[in-house]
């Protein structure tokens, strides 16, 4: 089993900054893509920002130049650096891994449990 654990949300001012930490644990023998989303009260879940195994990484338009993924993959944990926050960036931010258990399995998707960013003054 495999259990992604967010961490760093919380309250902010416009303009602000924060960042997110997600841990990877358990059966892991290698991880693939990892990502975070976001999902508004009403909204339906968006891509936020992906980075690939070896370091590719892709963002929404909303944030680009404004945030920024990495990963330690000696730690199997990634990061989103959130600065200028606004407060349209408002949402439960989840993580996303591609998790190969062991060698003889195929890469799954596992999420994370969700943690509250809210950007208000």
């Known amino acids: 089993q495999v259990q992604l654990v967010e961490s760093g949300g919380g309250l902010v001012q416009p303009g602000g900054s924060l960042r997110l930490a997600c841990a990877a644990s358990g059966s892991i023998f290698s991880i693939n893509g990892m990502g975070w989303y976001r999902q508004a009260p009403g909204k339906q879940r968006e891509v936020v920002a992906r980075?690939?195994?070896?370091?590719?990484?892709d963002y929404a338009d909303s944030v680009k130049g404004r945030f920024t993924i990495s990963r330690d993959n000696t730690k199997n944990t990634v990061y989103l650096q959130m600065n200028s926050l606004k407060p349209e960036d408002t949402a439960v931010y989840f993580c996303?891994?591609?998790?190969?258990?062991?060698?003889?399995?195929?890469?799954?998707?596992?999420w994370g449990q969700g943690t509250q960013v809210t950007v208000s003054s």
């Open positions: 996303n891994a591609a998790v190969q258990p062991n060698e003889l399995s195929y890469a799954q998707y596992y």
């Open positions: 980075i690939s195994s070896g370091g590719y990484t």
